[in-house]
């Protein structure tokens, strides 16, 4: 490759040159590309966390059978679209986290101050070649800091290329189909709800009942601890009794109050404690008797409405499903699932434009670029020197 001749061809190498270790080590590029790329990948979590929690709950709602009177449900048979288009909406969409989280790691990689300083090496090694005028050497140098300078800031020129595309195209679409996903697993919620009130309290009952019985058993282990600390009370006084004897007709006098023994005195405190230890557990064990007692109401109370009967205590059990209220919602959500996928597919489509698509599109351009630098150093070096004019 011919050194340029021109002075204004050799500023301008020469600002390119001390230029590229300079942007390299200020991180200017590096910091605003590191903040695109994580807001993408907040994003991307967002819409997949969403995606999740649909399918979580339409999981749970094809589960679920109504059996009321003159009404049989199967609440989840019209959700099996949703259910499918989900669940590959949620891989891809685990895909296209991959591909930004891959994006940023070798962002990560390329930022290191050891390519920084690389750079700056092969930066200094050809301006020192342009300077002195070292044709053969120049031309080397000057491929391998164009090799270099692509490796290290395609990557933060990708991502930031990529977010223009999605601030000024895309993003606002995004955010508008992610509420309307958002709307749609709140009324899956409310739908969820309403189908999981059962006329058939046999699971509560049952868990009631073991609850209860917990509770049994912990009063009865409350019980032989009060025993037990009883026991000591019992104990303490009789040799409190035994202590008092001997001590003085002051102390005695007293109750035990003044000029009594430290031994006295001990006895004394170990007798308080052991006292507060026995006030601590009755008070436990009343806590854990009533809570026992409110749980074998609520089960009476559910085996009564289990039976068609009727309680005093309909504060404490659910209620039955409103039937014209879990239709309706039902009929609503029907003829909402049609939007719900063509905007599902949509936001499906730009994430892999997003994450995928442009960001190979802008790879592949700056590589087209890089490639032809480099041939048209190749070219200029192996075109012959113009031919020198004979002196007369």
């Not at 290191?112 to 050809?126: K, R, W």
Request: hydrophobic letters at 45%; charged letters at 20%.
């Amino acid at each position: 490759m011919q050194l340029p001749d021109n002075p204004r061809h050799v500023i301008a190498w020469l600002i390119l040159l001390a230029g590229a270790p300079l942007l390299a080590w200020t991180h200017w590029l590096d910091a605003y590309s590191m903040t695109q790329i994580k807001a993408s990948l907040t994003s991307a979590g967002l819409f997949y966390a969403t995606a999740r929690g649909i399918n979580g709950i339409v999981s749970v709602i094809q589960a679920t059978e109504l059996n009321l009177p003159f009404l049989t449900l199967g609440v989840g048979e019209i959700l099996d679209p949703v259910n499918d288009l989900i669940e590959r909406f949620s891989g891809i969409i685990l895909f296209a986290l991959g591909s930004l989280a891959l994006q940023q790691i070798l962002q990560f990689i390329v930022v290191h101050d050891g390519f920084n300083a690389l750079l700056t090496g092969i930066s200094l090694l050809t301006m020192a070649a342009l300077l002195t005028r070292q044709t053969a050497y120049f031309a080397t140098l000057l491929r391998l800091f164009i090799l270099t300078v692509f490796i290290r800031f395609a990557f933060a020129l990708v991502i930031i290329a990529n977010h223009w595309v999605d601030t000024t195209f895309l993003q606002a679409q995004d955010e508008a189909r992610h509420r309307a996903m958002q709307t749609f697993e709140s009324e899956l919620k409310s739908i969820q709800e309403l189908s999981q009130q059962s006329a058939d309290f046999g699971g509560e009952i049952a868990t009631l009942d073991a609850q209860s019985a917990t509770l049994q058993d912990e009063i009865a282990a409350l019980d032989q601890q009060i025993a037990n600390v009883q026991a000591q009370i019992r104990q303490r006084e009789a040799q409190l009794e035994k202590q008092m004897a001997d001590e003085s007709l002051v102390c005695r006098g007293s109750l035990g109050l003044t000029n009594c023994s430290a031994a006295l005195r001990a006895s004394q405190g170990e007798l308080g404690a052991r006292q507060r230890e026995a006030s601590r557990l009755q008070a436990t064990r009343k806590v854990k008797s009533e809570a026992r007692q409110v749980a074998r109401q609520q089960a009476d109370c559910l085996q009564k409405r289990e039976r068609g009967e009727r309680c005093s205590l309909l504060d404490l059990v659910p209620e039955l499903p409103d039937v014209n209220q879990l239709r309706s919602q039902l009929d609503a959500l029907e003829g909402r699932i049609s939007d719900f996928t063509n905007n599902l597919v949509m936001l499906l489509t730009s994430m892999i434009l997003k994450a995928v698509l442009i960001p190979l599109l802008f790879l592949y351009t700056l590589v087209q670029v890089t490639r032809r630098l480099w041939q048209h150093t190749i070219d200029t070096q192996r075109r012959p020197a113009p031919p020198q004019a004979e002196q007369p």
